[in-house]
């Protein structure tokens, strides 16, 4: 500014915005993870989901498969196949955390907001997701890996 | 209505988390499980909860549609054809989960 | 809720500051003056007054597209020499041939800035035919060029941090410090308090007055303040009775058609369907001059040959030879306008269109670095009249002008901020303020409302200016309309004001603008009444032929009681002596 | 042109008043062809000269008039009254934010925001000023769509996300980074993406898409916030796997 200024505090109200001012919010770290996962689960979920849950529990209700998919013999002797254990690995992984991560904004738009709250909501919607994953890993994962 | 299919696909996880538990633990508990869930009323709450797993499945493919237009193509496709193609794909896609994952018909 | 309304939420003001630079109007020129002086020197501070938000000025709806010498099949002879024929020989040609060297620079330094003008191809900036350019010259974005033009200029601006934006701050007059111009007063419309913006040098940047007229392409907006700032602080106007109709609007609105759909191949249709310009221009036929093609259209309604409307006779402008793609590809603004305001779509139906005014070649009286005969005091752009522009104006010269001569006076305006040492007085400022807090408050705002409404006098000038300082002008109609002026200016003042809230006053606004155009309608007026001969845009039915041995010259028109001084100054003739203007 | 009478039912606030907002009423003369500004312009002119809202260009360029018609948010320029005359014609400030006086509303919020995304082409050295950059017709389209925003607010007003947190960059700021980062003159979307990697940034966004609908010129926001999405997210991708990497 020229040295001579008359009056500085020119415009409090509207000081004019430029550019390269530093808005001051940190970049967040979790956030596009976590998006990263839910777009992945929405893909997982909007593709696989519908044709396992009806082959496992409406088709066979209804007469409307040969075979009955969810019969005990036949799933135990699906589920020896690792692509098998992959495809439902991914399947509750994917849908977990699509689905609490969707969860967190419905509870936030329904007025649980506030930095506490949502913190709070990150951490026991997050640990859900995590520890339903590492529980699909492990079944998934036994009796191939190890007994 | 959209967000709900989010949520219940979750539901379904942990559905599918205890059915590994189950057959885990051995056929009875496993064959119990499945049968609760083929019975009313639980089977009632279950086609609600796959009648909005279905339409979260068209409204993603929907938001496909409108979310990625330039990504691929020079001109945006109208966000209706692009529905269409994915639709084709989940077909395709729930044909191979068959064959793979369940052994065919 | 939102942070709703409140009572406390019009900020706080602060009654004085001083800058170094203080920029009236934020459009293509005041901000390409604002970056060019903020460029030079960081430590300058620089304040763009604008009384509305910058990507609000009436630039934004310029449609057809900017003119440089880019191509080896161009030059700059060429360019000067197309425009000074198109001026009908009135252009300074010292000032046309300053210009079009520079502007290629423009263009250039525009398109380093993200300006997205179309391309061609091999990836080179792209170039179109317009009316009276001998080549394709002008460069262009669609046909959406002012909007890209200003809103990469606005945004660009952001980067400077000694840039200060004033955003809806209506300026009312100029600080005149010991015969130097200091400064402006502005009402800040949202604190509704008046504001001394004082500074060592002022550019006046507020664009044309088209809303002197009622039929216009330009926006509510487009006022003339600048023009009548300059006026009142003795500072003559140049040229004022060359006022530009563009052939093709639409009729009702005005909305502006751009020149482009002709120049991509649109044609001209009367009634019968015939291509009547070929009967007035065989040689250029649609792409002459907008002075040659409003006139013929005038001559083809008076003959009857002309469809009729709901507003009034028009013609036709026929697009359906281009074909969808070239007119989605390179005219999409057009089918968007004709589709939304006229209800047909141009692929399958001419487009109802009629001259309307659309630009002022005359200005604030200025040298070609933008200096007037104020020292301090600077304009650029429609306001001003380097005078590249002569007596007709060719299309896409415009917003080059503004770019050229904008960067040019920021330039000069820093320099003579930095040699000035001191800011100016605070005696000045304060003594201005209040008497202009005085004239505005007190004044137009205590009047009681009497039987004259804003409204009433305002369309009743629009009016007359259409009548009689048209496209076809008399002597007759001149004196009416002079003296119809003068009637209307003692009329204005028992204007009341029914609006008695200082916070974002538009009828206020409205009542200062009015002033304003009441001024500027008078020089325009008498200016035309003086010149008794035909040129360029200025057409006398008494005096049809052009007259170069008494009227080789500017107009100038200064300011005085009753009636507007007329004076005279011989344009600059360089290299082109003047010929016959044929086409 | 058949002549018919309109009522206009437009929202007023006085600042220096005190008073809340309320309606008032005024019945018109209107044509087919006039548009919503049109009447409201009618009203100034002829009947309450102390109606305020912003206008000027009239053809749907400059973005000022925007406001709340029948609660939707529209450019009065470009709204038909024979269009909305349900009744009669409700005409509200632009929703969201706050009223400055009548149908005047105060959106330098969305200016800072706009600064705050680096809106202009960053560079590392400036580059010849001779000859311009070489850009394809193809690579013009790729940020055309979004450099057509006319910033008339009116996704900001049906934005419920904004409505709830007004600190979210919102559906415009975001389509005009796009069109810098998508600009092939452009080294700046680093710069832009860590801005917009922020909590009131594009993750605030859940995708409603009322954004789209209502601009006028479909420069379709929602769009280019999911790609912001996915930019975002392999940017960060890229850090955490090459911590040294330089991302363009």
């Known amino acids: ?147 | 209505m959209r967000e709900l299919g989010g949520v219940v696909s979750a539901l379904y996880g942990l559905i599918f988390l205890n059915l590994l538990r189950t057959l885990r633990a051995g056929e009875s508990a496993y064959t119990a499980f499945v049968d609760t869930m083929r019975t009313p009323p639980v089977l009632y709450v279950n086609l609600v909860l796959f009648a909005l797993l279905v339409w979260h499945a068209v409204t993603w493919f929907m938001l496909i549609g409108k979310a990625q237009p330039i990504q691929f193509t020079e001109r945006p496709l109208p966000w209706k054809s692009v529905f269409g193609v994915n639709v084709l794909l989940w077909i395709g896609v729930s044909a191979a989960v068959v064959y793979l994952v369940f052994g065919g018909i | 809720m939102p942070k709703a309304y409140s009572p406390n939420s019009v900020p706080r003001f602060v009654e004085r500051t001083a800058h170094d630079i203080v920029i009236v109007g934020g459009g293509a020129a005041g901000l390409r003056a604002a970056i060019a002086a903020a460029e030079t020197d960081p430590d300058l501070s620089i304040a763009v007054v604008s009384k509305v938000y910058p990507m609000r000025s009436h630039t934004v709806s310029a449609e057809g597209g900017t003119a440089a010498v880019l191509r080896d099949y161009d030059s700059l002879e060429l360019h000067a020499l197309d425009t000074i024929k198109g001026s009908d020989f009135l252009a300074d040609q010292d000032a046309v041939e300053f210009f079009v060297a520079r502007c290629p620079k423009e263009i250039i330094q525009l398109e380093h800035w993200g300006c997205p003008w179309s391309r061609d191809p091999d990836g080179r900036v792209s170039q179109r035919a317009f009316g009276g350019m001998s080549v394709k010259r002008t460069v262009f974005a669609a046909d959406k060029v002012g909007f890209h033009i200003l809103h990469t200029l606005f945004q660009t601006s952001m980067k400077f941090e000694n840039i200060h934006r004033f955003d809806e701050y209506f300026v009312t007059s100029l600080i005149v410090d010991g015969g130097a111009c200091a400064g402006v007063t502005a009402l800040d419309l949202r604190g509704g308090r008046m504001v001394g913006i004082g500074g060592k040098a002022t550019i006046l940047a507020t664009g044309g007055c088209g809303r002197v007229y009622e039929f216009t392409t330009n926006g509510f907006i487009k006022t003339g303040d600048g023009m009548a700032l300059a006026y009142r602080a003795g500072v003559p106007l140049k040229d004022m009775e060359m006022v530009q109709f563009h052939p093709t609007c639409l009729p009702g609105t005005g909305i502006l058609i751009t020149e482009a759909a002709r120049g991509e191949g649109g044609y001209l249709i009367n009634k019968d369907g015939e291509r009547y310009m070929q009967r007035y221009l065989p040689s250029k036929m649609e792409l002459g001059p907008r002075d040659i093609l409003s006139r013929s259209m005038i001559q083809e309604m008076k003959a009857g040959r002309a469809f009729d409307g709901p507003y009034g006779q028009y013609l036709g402008l026929d697009l359906r030879h281009l074909g969808a793609a070239t007119i989605d590809q390179k005219l999409p603004m057009v089918r968007e306008l004709a589709e939304k305001y006229m209800g047909l779509d141009p692929i399958h139906e001419p487009i109802p269109v009629r001259p309307g005014q659309h630009y002022v070649m005359g200005g604030v009286s200025t040298n070609s670095t933008g200096e007037t005969t104020l020292p301090g005091l600077y304009a650029v752009g429609e306001t001003a009249c380097v005078s590249i522009n002569g007596a007709n104006r060719l299309g896409s010269n415009s917003l080059s002008e503004c770019l050229v001569f904008g960067e040019w006076c920021g330039l000069a305006a820093a320099q003579y901020a930095k040699q000035k040492a001191a800011y100016p007085r605070g005696t000045a400022s304060r003594e201005a303020l209040r008497k202009e807090e005085a004239r505005v408050f007190d004044g137009l705002m205590g009047r009681e409302r009497g039987k004259e409404t804003l409204a009433g006098v305002r369309v009743e000038m629009q009016q007359l200016m259409d009548r009689d300082v048209g496209i076809f002008r008399e002597e007759a109609g001149l004196a009416d309309a002079c003296g119809k002026l003068a009637k209307l200016r003692d009329r204005f003042g028992s204007v009341g004001m029914a609006d008695k809230d200082r916070v974002f006053n538009t009828e206020m606004t409205g009542v200062l603008e009015l002033d304003f155009m009441l001024d500027v309608a008078a020089s325009i007026a008498h200016s035309a009444r003086n010149r008794r001969e035909s040129r360029g845009a200025h057409s006398r039915t008494d005096f049809p032929n052009r007259d170069d041995a008494n009227y080789l010259k500017h107009t100038l028109a200064y300011r005085a009681d009753g009636a507007p001084r007329i004076d005279y100054v011989p344009v600059k003739i360089t290299k082109w002596q003047p010929v016959e203007r044929k086409y | 042109m058949a002549e018919r009478d309109v009522v206009f039912r437009v929202k007023r606030y006085r600042p220096t008043s005190g008073s809340k907002p309320t309606y008032q009423e005024y019945r018109i003369p209107y044509r087919d062809d006039m548009v919503v500004l049109d009447g409201l312009n009618y009203i100034k002119d002829h009947v309450d000269p102390t109606l305020t809202y912003r206008w000027s260009c009239r053809m749907g360029i400059c973005g000022s008039c925007g406001a709340n018609v029948n609660g939707q948010p529209k450019l009065t320029c470009g709204t038909y009254i024979r269009d909305v005359h349900k009744g009669a014609v409700t005409i509200d400030p632009l929703a969201n934010f706050p009223i400055l006086k009548d149908l005047v509303v105060d959106f330098d919020d969305f200016l800072e925001k706009l600064a705050s995304v680096t809106p202009y082409i960053v560079r590392e050295e400036p580059g010849d000023l001779t000859k311009e950059f070489v850009q394809y017709p193809e690579d013009v389209e790729a940020y055309r769509q979004q450099s057509l925003c006319i910033n008339c607010m009116l996704c900001y007003a049906a934005c419920p996300v904004f409505g709830t947190s007004p600190e979210f960059v919102g559906p415009a700021a975001s389509a005009l980074a796009l069109r810098y980062i998508r600009d092939t003159r452009d080294e700046g979307a680093d710069q832009r993406l860590a801005r917009l990697n922020t909590k009131a940034g594009v993750w605030e966004c859940t995708f409603v898409g009322e954004c789209s609908v209502v601009c006028p010129k479909n420069v379709d926001p929602a769009a280019a916030i999911q790609t912001l999405k996915v930019l975002a997210t392999m940017r960060h991708m890229r850090r955490l796997l090459m911590p040294k990497a330089e991302s363009r």
């Open chain 1, 1 to 147: 500014m020229g040295s001579t200024r008359e009056s500085l505090a020119w415009n409090p109200g509207r000081e004019t915005v430029h550019a390269d001012e530093k808005t001051g919010e940190p970049e967040v770290f979790l956030e596009p993870l976590l998006w990263g996962l839910f777009s992945l689960g929405g893909f997982i979920t909007a593709f696989l989901f519908p044709i396992t849950v009806f082959l496992l529990f409406v088709a066979p209700v209804f007469g409307w498969w040969p075979t009955d998919p969810a019969a005990y013999a036949t799933f135990a002797a699906h589920w020896q196949e690792p692509l098998v254990r992959l495809f439902f690995f991914a399947l509750i992984g994917g849908s977990l955390f699509h689905g609490t991560h969707r969860l967190k904004f419905m509870l936030v738009d329904a007025g649980l907001r506030g930095p506490g709250i949502e913190a709070a909501l990150d951490i026991i919607l997050n640990a859900i997701a995590i520890v339903g994953t590492l529980g699909a890993l492990y079944y998934a994962v036994r009796g191939w890996l190890f007994v």
